[in-house]
């Protein structure tokens, strides 16, 4: 196959693919399926971006810090190293935590931090004070009665870059990333109300 041929023909693969990935706010990320179960794909959040979601939850050392779908569990991790709070980490992927795992105890958080390898929509988050989440609008709505039930009243949830159907964020933080890229961070404050 003469050379600008094969060019062309791995340009229009390449084209396929990404035409082929459907697109989020975020970028590339494939959606749910049935071959797909997980609420979201990996993609974690940047720390610029986790700092940012912290401070906006004004995060101390008196809370506890959920991260749902927590990955290599960067949020709690800098929770515990950035503010000194305790964190739980969940995720279905077993690489995620063991990854989570070893990410803790290079940063010297272990005795802070836990990472519990479960379905998100079984988990008890009644100990939390803060939820954090980078999942897609639809898992969102999945976990908020979950979210809405098992909370107290004052406990703050933090996602990034979803929300969550009909319920208002208190606070709603659109602005520019170190990258450039536009972020959004929404911000509710508990009040007790189940949602459904």
Not at 88 to 93: A, C, K, L, Q, T
Request: net charge negative; glycine share 8%.
């Amino acid at each position: 196959m003469p050379c600008r041929t094969r060019r062309n023909a791995l340009g229009l693969c390449l084209g396929l693919l990404i035409f082929a990935l459907p697109i989020t706010t975020n970028g590339f990320e494939p959606l749910l399926s049935q071959d797909n179960p997980s609420l979201a794909p990996f993609v974690p959040s940047p720390y610029d971006v986790v700092q940012r979601m912290l401070t906006l939850a004004e995060v101390t050392r008196d809370d506890v810090v959920y991260d749902i779908g927590c990955g290599d569990g960067r949020i709690v991790i800098t929770a515990a190293q950035r503010f000194g709070a305790r964190g739980v980490g969940v995720d279905i992927d077993p690489q995620r935590i063991a990854e989570a795992n070893a990410n803790a105890e290079r940063a010297g958080v272990q005795h802070l931090v836990k990472f519990i390898q479960q379905d998100a929509m079984t988990v008890d988050v009644s100990e939390a004070t803060v939820v954090t989440l980078y999942l897609l609008s639809s898992s969102n709505l999945k976990l908020r009665p979950l979210l809405t039930s098992q909370l107290a009243p004052g406990s703050r949830i933090v996602s990034h870059a979803f929300s969550m159907g009909n319920w208002e964020p208190d606070v709603l933080d659109r602005y520019e990333d170190e990258r450039g890229n536009t972020r959004s961070l929404y911000l509710w404050r508990h009040d007790g109300t189940v949602r459904n």
